[in-house]
Nanobody
Framework: QVQLVESGGGLVQAGGSLRLSCAAS????????MGWFRQAPGKEREFVAA????????YYADSVKGRFTISGDNAKNTVYLQMNSLKPEDTAIYYC????????????????WGQGTQVTVSS
């Protein structure tokens, strides 16, 4: 019954930073593996980053390695995506997702999704 709400998106210049938040409710945060995905207009939803149940492992798409960091705060029941050195190609709607099974780069592994938050990176 977990529900997810993303926030923190906005307009930023190339090279800038944003931190996205995903607030979870309706369940124990540590019971879920969490992922971040993004979708640009006319394109399929693609994997960005994931964090294992308990936060012991992280996994990133090659396109964001070294620039993005996924983390969680159990006390706040929130997952974050810190995005640095943003590029125009990072422009998309960003979604967080929860899995009761395992963290994965596949959308099929996630059973619950947030509504998304828009990130726009200008040149």
């Amino acid at each position: 019954q977990v529900q997810l709400v993303e926030s923190g998106g906005g307009l930023v210049q190339a090279g800038g930073s944003l931190r996205l938040s995903c607030a979870a409710s309706g369940g124990t945060f540590s019971s879920y593996a969490m992922g971040w995905f993004r979708q640009a207009p006319g394109k399929e939803r693609e994997f960005v980053a994931a964090m294992s149940r308990g936060g012991g492992g992280t996994y990133y798409a090659d396109s964001v390695k070294g620039r993005f960091t996924i983390s969680g705060d159990n006390a706040k029941n929130t997952v974050y995506l810190q995005m640095n050195s943003l590029k125009p190609e990072d422009t998309a709607i960003y979604y967080c997702a929860a899995s009761v099974f395992y963290y994965s780069s596949s959308t099929a592994s996630y059973n619950t999704w947030g509504q998304g938050t828009q990130v726009t990176v200008s040149s």
